[in-house]
Structure formats: structure tokens, C-alpha cells
């Protein structure tokens, strides 16, 4: 009885694999050459390189931009009822989950940002769907980690954040984080190399806005993240 089960399970798996084989053949065959590569990437465990190190490019000191953040950000929020406020007032849209861009639950701030900032944001959405796309990762998105805080949220989140300050741009509410160490993706295997290309694709979008002066941005290794600012 016990033999006969092993030899069912093996029959089983045998033609499930032969199942997902046929599937996929005839779907490679039918599926436009355009989104061939796309469908061979999602099963792949295929290397990417990336020829440049962008990350690096995101040079911006904090320091160096914190007066002109707050002159063209809100004012500082010292509680949710500020926020509350500034929202009712339009100086603050929500940011919500969206095809481009992922927003983590946020202990430390609020998913809220100035209307230019949230375009920024859109706008490095957009480029990056269509960089990724390119490369058969068509549907993965950035998370977004952080953005508007208030002064409350300042103190509780303590000094091992360089942007735990009074000054920190995210009191400004055109501030966001965006985690280059963690992304969703929609592939079956995901590799080191696949995380490293998301990283500098990331990077590179980021970096060209920062050339056209929409933005800085800052690469903070210790947070993982990069920090960008609407200009």
C-alpha cells in the first residue's frame, strides 16, 4: 500500500511538471515577440549587470538642502491634527499603493506629501516601470519606507536616524524614502543579481531628476534607503 503511494505521488509530480512544460511552450508560442522576454524572466535565474554604479550619484548632504527644503515645503506639523489640517487645506495628498510604487505601513510618519512631491514621486514611478519593463520585470515595484513627519514623530523616532532632526525635510512634507534593499517583485526566482539591478535602476531614474533639478537625493547606506527631496 505504501509503494503504491510513492509510485501515485511520483506519477503526480511527473505530470504536473509535464503539464507546466506544455503550458508554457504553448503560451511561448502564442504570446507576442514583445513580451517573450518578460515571460522567459519570470521563471529565469538569469544574472543582470549593471554597467554603472548610480547610487554613488546620489551624492546630496542634507545640510546643503535643508533651507531650501522648508522654503518650498509646508510648515512643520507638531501633531496628526496639524496634519489633519494641512490635508483639509490642500497642502498635503494622500499616497496610496499604485501600479508603479508600493507605500510600507509607517510608524514614524504619515503617507502624505506635497502635491509637486507626490508628482515627483509619480514621475520616478513611471520611469522606472518602463526601465524594468525593458528587462523582463515587467510589475515590480519600489516601497516606499517613509515620508511627512511631525515633530512628535521626530522625537519618538530617536538618533539613530540622520533624519531624526528639527530640520529633517520630512517635516517639510516633499521628503520621501524609497528602500533600495527590499522591492516586490513579480518573478518566480528571485536572485542577488536581480535585487542589485532593481537597486542601480532605481538609482539611475533618481539620478537623472536630480540632473534636471527636480530633486535632490541622498544614498543613505546605514538606512537603506534613498532620500529624495522635491525641488
Not at 511527473?14 to 522576454?37: D, G, M, V, W
Not at 508600493?102 to 509637486?116: F, G, H, Q
Given at each position: 500500500?505504501?509503494?503504491?503511494?510513492?509510485?501515485?505521488?511520483?506519477?503526480?509530480?511527473?505530470?504536473?511538471?509535464?503539464?507546466?512544460?506544455?503550458?508554457?511552450?504553448?503560451?511561448?508560442?502564442?504570446?507576442?515577440?514583445?513580451?517573450?522576454?518578460?515571460?522567459?524572466?519570470?521563471?529565469?535565474?538569469?544574472?543582470?549587470?549593471?554597467?554603472?554604479?548610480?547610487?554613488?550619484?546620489?551624492?546630496?548632504?542634507?545640510?546643503?538642502?535643508?533651507?531650501?527644503?522648508?522654503?518650498?515645503?509646508?510648515?512643520?506639523?507638531?501633531?496628526?491634527?496639524?496634519?489633519?489640517?494641512?490635508?483639509?487645506?490642500?497642502?498635503?495628498?494622500?499616497?496610496?499603493?499604485?501600479?508603479?510604487?508600493?507605500?510600507?505601513?509607517?510608524?514614524?510618519?504619515?503617507?502624505?506629501?506635497?502635491?509637486?512631491?507626490?508628482?515627483?514621486?509619480?514621475?520616478?514611478?513611471?520611469?522606472?516601470?518602463?526601465?524594468?519593463?525593458?528587462d523582463g520585470l515587467m510589475g515590480s515595484r519600489f516601497i516606499i519606507t517613509s515620508m511627512t513627519r511631525t515633530s512628535d514623530k521626530i522625537n519618538g523616532l530617536g538618533k539613530t536616524n540622520i533624519n531624526a532632526s528639527d530640520n529633517s525635510p520630512h517635516l517639510n512634507g516633499n521628503a520621501f524614502d524609497i528602500s533600495y534593499a527590499r522591492f516586490s517583485?513579480?518573478?518566480?526566482?528571485?536572485?542577488?543579481?536581480?535585487?542589485?539591478?532593481?537597486?542601480?535602476?532605481?538609482?539611475?531614474?533618481?539620478?537623472?531628476?536630480?540632473?534636471?533639478?527636480?530633486?535632490?537625493?541622498?544614498?543613505?547606506?546605514?538606512?537603506?534607503?534613498?532620500?529624495?527631496?522635491?525641488?
Open positions: 500500500m505504501r509503494i503504491r503511494r510513492i509510485r501515485l505521488r511520483k506519477e503526480y509530480r511527473l505530470k504536473a511538471r509535464l503539464f507546466i512544460i506544455i503550458t508554457f511552450s504553448l503560451c511561448f508560442i502564442f504570446i507576442p515577440k514583445p513580451h517573450r522576454a518578460a515571460m522567459v524572466s519570470f521563471f529565469s535565474k538569469k544574472c543582470r549587470n549593471y554597467q554603472q554604479v548610480y547610487s554613488r550619484k546620489l551624492n546630496d548632504r542634507i545640510p546643503d538642502y535643508t533651507v531650501y527644503a522648508s522654503l518650498t515645503g509646508i510648515k512643520k506639523c507638531e501633531d496628526a491634527n496639524d496634519i489633519g489640517n494641512r490635508i483639509l487645506s490642500g497642502q498635503l495628498c494622500r499616497v496610496k499603493n499604485g501600479r508603479n510604487y508600493k507605500v510600507e505601513d509607517m510608524a514614524y510618519s504619515y503617507p502624505y506629501l506635497t502635491p509637486d512631491s507626490k508628482k515627483l514621486l509619480d514621475e520616478i514611478g513611471r520611469r522606472y516601470k518602463k526601465k524594468v519593463k525593458r517583485f513579480m518573478k518566480l526566482h528571485v536572485t542577488e543579481c536581480d535585487k542589485w539591478y532593481m537597486k542601480e535602476a532605481l538609482a539611475e531614474v533618481i539620478w537623472q531628476l536630480k540632473e534636471e533639478k527636480k530633486c535632490w537625493a541622498t544614498y543613505e547606506k546605514n538606512q537603506g534607503c534613498f532620500h529624495v527631496v522635491s525641488r
